[in-house]
């Protein structure tokens, strides 16, 4: 159907003069009539160029970015060097002589994310597979959601929760000194990232065609002979993508790993890979923490946004990678038709049987450099006897030992779910009152209540959305209904994917340098609306395009057959039925917009009590609020939790109207 | 019934005799219980490698790299010398604080206003952290604590920053544990009335003085209002310097990267950096500063060696 319409579409440069044709025919042209039609052109005309500039935005956005982050950072690769910079290996710009090696920051963020992967990938793959192939209907309208849940738990309450929890758990049940450690920054990171690899994941195995499935079975295979041997392997293009979305999110995270990493000061390499218990600091952290007090134009400050600028490089590159096989796939569902390899078969396993050496004996050198002789000893020979197992198992025993290893993953998710949950209504439960909610906070917020946190981020949130609604619907519009697939919608796409990808700590930074200096803003409520305005602009493109997508093409063309203009045809009979879509992505735009710290802390947010009067006034805001209470207010343990729960609710309340609407219009509009 | 083993069929894939279910039962267990084996064995391994830390490691905390605390520390007790590198950075006194409450082994230093009883604040030299060892200069660790303004104060931020310099703002700085600059001049409100606005930024170290001192002026002057955000003393620098706050808090003086941002520097009290351990620790009451440097330079990592 897209097709057929895409190939009217041609005349679109026309299509006010095209629509008029039967009037002309008709009677001769008056010269109103001229005028009324030429006026409805130009109206038609401005109406895309307004919204070709929206389209646009998301570049524009990114492109500046990279462009003030550039200009910041640019003089530390002067002062310092770009190689000492990439490879130093001790980040201290106070010290004498200063030392602006980023070397250790990098290891740390890539260790970090490497336990955290080891963590979510199986734990999602696994939910994935039971969401999509094995929960009945029943099952999967309470999982998926639950996983969703778990997207929307800001990260600072992440943070939080590790901080008081995970890391006096840590501390406690590993006999360690301290347990802020890589560990408790892999095992959260790992947590936060589960959402994003399941849903990817689980949309991959979910668009595999049904007739591999039952040809499977036809040929005699179990379920897991199925699900292992050909929806997997079919799905992994998809699998990998949300893989490394996964990663991009992880290093990109800033709040969580913050609170829990240790940041050891001038950045550490572990001694070993065991050394799970080391702190470890990351580029993000190192933002987080060095960036509210340096002193502007210093070094220390241009070093840090090169940290920025090298933070940034790092996710594009990831977010590029996923978009490239995401690309990839689509194209291969679309011409299922497979390019013939030119190597043969005899080659191709000899390759993957060096492969397959080369891991191992890599594997054997990394445990016996870490581990020493005798426990490299022991795992080889649990892995021999894992192996020698497997050879051993028939189809159906295999069936039950998979599918007990997917229902642990599973339950583990929602084990982990549940515990985060439990912890903070508990104990945010005593805390949270009328009062709580009504009052401003005193003796640095010890006691008193939130109400200016509260209303901040009502601020934030509804100036942030005022701003992100507009452009990115616009946008959305432009690319779905002005336009056919080609460059200009590529690129303007891969803007907005980059925008996604970009770490909130970035936008944050960039909103430092451009509003709050450059525009000379100060901290200020706009500065920080702005500022998120950004970061939620790609979530509000990308839903509104499924929207519009979803809306049939024969509308639009009897619509258009009516004697309706394009714009009157948008306006009038594409966009009510695609309201609902739009709303719940404006929904999910908000719900992130409500939870993000980053982002807002070097350009809006103080701590403080005063509800603005003006735009150029700072606010308090929720995460802010918790943040800081959990990090530098002590013996304020009930309003933190009192906290944690009021922006838990708020946020997740927030996701709950989204998916509400989301399920409300799936049931009730049938084309 | 039909519908029942269509169900079983499909789930298991073909139908089976009961002799070789039960063949098939037997094999399961097997394998699941050689499987949890190997899990146990493993999870013995894991928890075997890793070492668990002999005696009472010492957990080294501190401020970071661009806090104005923490540059005194460094160039007063560490004599400029690298720290440890398991040197844990937090960016608040109330970081270090928090994480010393929650670590028995750590140490940390913060402001003498964020001591009490949930740690145990050492002695230097065996002299203690108080407000009158820090005037009469025995305290070694002791330092000046500012406000900035573009040129000099005018208006409203002049009476604000007199109010504090004087002896009714001076009390205020010690009821928030800091300690007073010697001053014997008073302020006199009579017949003068302000009114405006008047924005203050910077120094989460400072904050706190000058959060109390608006609520007491803004009494005072019923017209007026004040807005105290704690930003950092980088940032309130800036900010100061850009004209967008009035008046910029700082924990430490001006850098050489902004001596050209034409600020006038007002002091308005002292702090003393006090060294806090977890109550849990008896091992130490005292630390010479050699000591704590050695801590802090990471020659001496375990407690154990105070004993």
């Known amino acids: ?671 | 019934m039909v519908n029942k083993v269509y169900i079983f069929t499909r789930v298991v894939g073909c139908t089976m005799s009961s002799i070789e279910q039960k063949r098939e039962q037997k094999k399961f267990q097997q394998i699941m219980i050689a499987l949890i084996s190997i899990i146990a064995i493993f999870s013995i391994l894991g928890s075997g490698c890793i070492q668990s830390q002999k005696g009472f490691p010492i957990v080294v905390v501190g401020r970071d790299s661009a806090s104005g605390s923490r540059e005194f520390f460094w160039e007063y007790v560490m004599k400029k010398e690298n720290f440890s590198v398991f040197y844990l950075e937090k960016n608040s006194n109330g970081g270090i604080y928090q994480s010393v409450t929650q670590t028995p082994g750590a140490i940390g230093y913060v402001g003498l206003g964020y001591v009490d009883n949930g740690v145990k604040a050492l002695t230097i030299n065996n002299i203690t952290a108080n407000p009158a060892n820090v005037l009469s200069g025995t305290y070694p660790i002791a330092r000046n604590l500012y406000v900035f303004t573009k040129g000099n104060a005018t208006g409203v931020a002049k009476e604000f920053i007199t109010f504090i310099q004087s002896t009714e703002g001076q009390v205020i700085v010690q009821e928030e544990g800091f300690v007073p600059i010697p001053t014997t001049e008073t302020y006199n409100s009579t017949g003068k009335s302000l009114s405006g606005i008047l924005s203050i930024g910077g120094s989460t170290t400072v904050f706190p003085i000058l959060e109390k001192a608006k609520e007491t002026f803004m009494i005072l002057y019923p017209g007026l209002q004040i807005t105290v955000s704690s930003t950092g003393s980088g940032a309130g620098i800036t900010a100061v310097g850009a004209g967008t706050v009035d008046i910029g808090m700082s924990s430490r003086d001006l850098k050489s990267s902004e001596s050209n941002l034409g600020l006038v520097k007002y002091t308005i009290a002292s702090d003393a950096i006090v060294l806090i351990v977890n109550p849990e620790n008896t091992y130490v009451d005292n630390l010479s500063l050699a000591q704590v440097k050695a801590i802090y330079k990471g020659e001496i990592t375990n407690w154990n060696e105070f004993s």
């Open chain 1, 1 to 671: 159907m897209q097709q057929s319409y895409r190939g009217r579409k041609k005349t679109e440069e026309d299509v006010g003069k095209e629509d008029w044709k039967p009037l002309r025919s008709e009677k001769p042209q008056q010269p109103f009539k001229k005028f009324f039609h030429s006026k409805k052109i130009i109206k038609e005309k401005s109406i895309k160029t307004v919204l070709f500039l929206t389209a646009i935005s998301a570049i524009i956005v990114i492109f500046s970015i990279i462009i003030f982050l550039f200009k910041d950072g640019y003089p530390i690769f002067q002062t310092a060097g770009l190689w000492e910079f990439l490879s130093g290996t001790r980040w201290n710009p106070t010290g004498e002589p200063p030392l602006y090696g980023a070397f250790p920051l990098i290891v740390g963020t890539l260790l970090v994310t490497l336990g955290a992967m080891i963590v979510a990938i199986p734990l999602s793959i696994g939910s994935a597979i039971f969401i999509s192939e094995i929960a009945t209907p029943k099952m999967k309208a309470v999982i998926k959601p639950a996983i969703e849940l778990l997207a929307g738990i800001p990260s600072v309450v992440y943070g939080f929760f590790g901080l008081i929890v995970l890391t006096t758990w840590l501390r406690i049940s590993f006999s360690q000194s301290s347990g802020e450690s890589w560990l408790a920054g892999s095992l959260l990171l790992g947590i936060m990232a589960i959402p994003t690899i399941t849903s990817v994941a689980e949309d991959a195995i979910s668009s595999v065609p049904r007739e591999f499935k039952e040809g499977s079975f036809a040929l005699g295979a179990t379920r897991w002979q199925t699900i292992s041997k050909v929806i997997v392997p079919s799905a992994l293009s998809g699998i990998t993508a949300g893989i490394i979305l996964g990663i991009g999110r992880a290093i990109g995270e800033t709040m969580a790993v913050m609170m829990v990493c240790g940041n050891p000061t001038y950045g550490l390499i572990p001694t070993s890979i065991a050394n799970v218990f080391a702190p470890i600091k990351t580029l993000t952290a190192t933002l987080g923490i060095e960036m509210g007090e340096v002193a502007t134009g210093s070094n220390h400050y241009h070093a840090l946004f090169g940290v920025a600028l090298l933070l940034l490089i790092i996710t594009l590159v990831v977010n590029i990678i996923a978009t490239i096989i995401l690309n990839r796939l689509k194209e291969k569902q679309r011409s299922p038709s497979k390019k013939k390899t030119h190597l043969s078969i005899s080659i191709k396993q000899q390759i993957r049987k060096t492969l397959v050496f080369t891991i191992i004996m890599l594997c054997v050198v990394l445990l016996l450099s870490s581990m020493g002789i005798l426990l490299t000893a022991c795992i080889g020979l649990v892995v021999g006897a894992v192996y020698y197992l497997r050879k051993k198992v028939s189809a159906k025993t295999g069936q039950r030992i998979a599918f007990i290893a997917i229902a642990v993953a599973i339950l583990t998710v929602i084990v982990i779910l549940g515990v985060i949950l439990v912890y903070i209504i508990s104990n945010g439960a005593g805390a949270l009152s009328w009062e709580f909610l009504s009052q401003g906070p005193s003796n640095l917020g010890r006691s008193g209540g939130i109400y200016p946190a509260i209303i901040g981020t009502l601020y934030l949130v509804s100036g942030a959305i005022a701003i992100a609604l507009p452009l990115g619907v616009g946008a959305a519009i432009y690319l779905i209904e002005y336009t056919r697939e080609g460059r200009l919608t590529k690129i303007i796409r891969a803007g907005a994917d980059l925008l996604n990808g970009t770490p909130s700590i970035v936008f944050g930074l960039f909103g430092f340098a451009f509003f709050v200096l450059y525009l000379r803003m100060g901290f200020s409520l706009l500065a920080g609306q702005i500022t998120i305005a950004f970061m939620i602009l790609p979530t509000i493109i990308r839903t509104t395009e499924e929207a519009l997508k979803s809306v049939p093409q024969s509308l639009r063309e009897g619509s258009l057959a009516l004697g309706a203009t394009k714009w009157q045809t948008i306006k009038k009979v594409v966009l009510p039925p695609a309201a609902p879509g739009i709303l719940t992505g404006a929904i999910l735009g908000i719900g992130r917009a409500a939870g993000e710290t980053a982002p807002i802390m070097f350009t809006a947010v103080v701590f403080s009590s005063f509800i603005p009067q003006s735009f150029v006034e700072p606010v308090n805001a929720l995460p802010f609020h918790l943040y800081i209470l959990a990090t530098s207010i002590p013996n304020s343990a009930r309003n933190q939790a009192g906290t944690a729960l009021a922006l838990l609710l708020l946020v997740i309340g927030i996701y709950l109207v989204a998916v509400l609407i989301r399920n409300h219009y799936q049931k009730t509009m049938k084309w």
